[in-house]
């Protein structure tokens, strides 16, 4: 089961959008009244914002997002990376949009990837923006609260006070937090008590191959499963 941003956050979001209500030709009443009851919501667009240039749970959580159809309200999930590499590749694969930043390892590579969202917020209208830990965070967050997109901030970690990086995203705090897990969730809340926080778990895809009942058995013995747990 694929996640979905928590429903009081997408509440909102959703109220933003406008519901369409095409017109039916049929000048029945009946048929009119089933068209005026179908009220389409449109797509949410969300832009997961991350580096791209290792490969690990993050990376797999956003492939898995891509690949797999989201579940209502519907969601439409696009990418902007600064470095291209496995990632980039296993989202274009997935038919994903991705949008390609600059580098940011210098402070003028820095400024040209803020310059490049900038843009892209500007020419492309989307309903949230996930930062993916805190160095898109601390990249990127002058530049999405200018552009007046919600911003989300997604722990994959626990928080670390003292390290100069996540000192540095500290100064711009999202909307919202989406943590890992509910031990995430209260060192955040330790850390940061007056950013509203919500627990979602990774998504897993589904297995490419089914066991057998007999298999099942086995491997539920081998990890000391009881056939009542």
């Not at 897990?181 to 330790?190: D, I, L, P, V």
């Not at 895809?205 to 056939?227: D, F, I, K, V």
Request: charged share 20%; hydrophobic share 40%.
């Amino acid at each position: 089961r694929l996640p979905q941003i928590p429903l009081s956050f997408t509440g909102r979001l959703l109220a933003r959008q406008r519901l369409i209500i095409r017109p039916h030709p049929a000048t029945s009443v009946q048929a009119a009244s089933r068209q005026l009851g179908r009220f389409l919501i449109t797509t949410m667009r969300v832009l997961h914002i991350y580096s791209g240039n290792l490969y690990g749970g993050v990376e797999r959580l956003l492939t898995t997002l891509a690949t797999y159809e989201p579940p209502v309200p519907r969601l439409a999930h696009e990418f902007a990376l600064c470095f291209r590499g496995r990632l980039s590749r296993e989202l274009e694969a997935a038919a994903a949009p991705v949008h390609q930043l600059d580098r940011t390892r210098f402070p003028w590579t820095v400024i040209r990837g803020r310059k490049q969202l900038a843009r892209l917020l500007q020419t492309q209208a989307f309903d949230v923006v996930i930062c993916h830990s805190d160095w898109p965070l601390a990249m990127f967050a002058p530049v999405i609260r200018a552009a007046g997109v919600p911003l989300v901030l997604w722990v994959h970690g626990l928080p670390h006070p003292r390290h100069w990086l996540q000192r540095w995203s500290a100064q711009h705090p999202p909307d919202l937090a989406i943590c890992n897990s509910k031990y995430t969730q209260t060192a955040f809340n330790r850390q940061f008590p007056d950013i509203p926080s919500e627990v979602v778990y990774c998504p897993s895809p589904p297995p490419s191959h089914r066991l057998t009942e007999n298999e099942r058995t086995r491997l539920r013995s081998r990890l000391g499963a009881s056939p009542s747990d």
